[in-house]
Nanobody, 122 residues
Framework: QVQLVESGGGLVQAGGSLRLSCAAS????????MGWFRQAPGKEREFVAA????????YYADSVKGRFTISRDNAKNMFYLQVNSLKPEDTAVYYC???????????????WGQGTQVTVSS
């Protein structure tokens, strides 16, 4: 069992940056791949980025590649998404999730946080 709690969202102007954090609890957290997803109003949840349990492998959606960076600190049970050069279309609720593989499919992730809102003004 893994529990996830996101933080770090907020209101930012276009071009700005945020660091989203995800605090994990549960003895097996470090064995899971971790992913970030987002859901904008009226749209389906979409994959943003994922990282392997060791942190050695990362995978990004094309829409965020070069602007977002995913990382993790297993010693602290923390997991991060640095979001730079934000655009209004990045506005969404951002969710962290734990799964068994670094894949973009939401169905592959078993545990989910409650989400943190990111709003980018133009």
């Amino acid at each position: 069992q893994v529990q996830l709690v996101e933080s770090g969202g907020g209101l930012v102007q276009a071009g700005g940056s945020l660091r989203l954090s995800c605090a994990a609890s549960g003895r097996t957290y470090s064995t899971y791949a971790m992913g970030w997803f987002r859901q904008a109003p009226g749209k389906e949840r979409e994959f943003v980025a994922a990282i392997s349990w060791s942190g050695a492998y990362t995978y990004y959606a094309d829409s965020v590649k070069g602007r977002f960076t995913i990382s993790r600190d297993n010693a602290k049970n923390m997991f991060y998404l640095q979001v730079n050069s934000l655009k209004p279309e990045d506005t969404a609720v951002y969710y962290c999730a734990a799964g068994r593989a670094v894949v973009p499919g939401a169905d592959e992730y078993r545990y989910w946080g409650q989400g943190t809102q990111v709003t980018v003004s133009s």
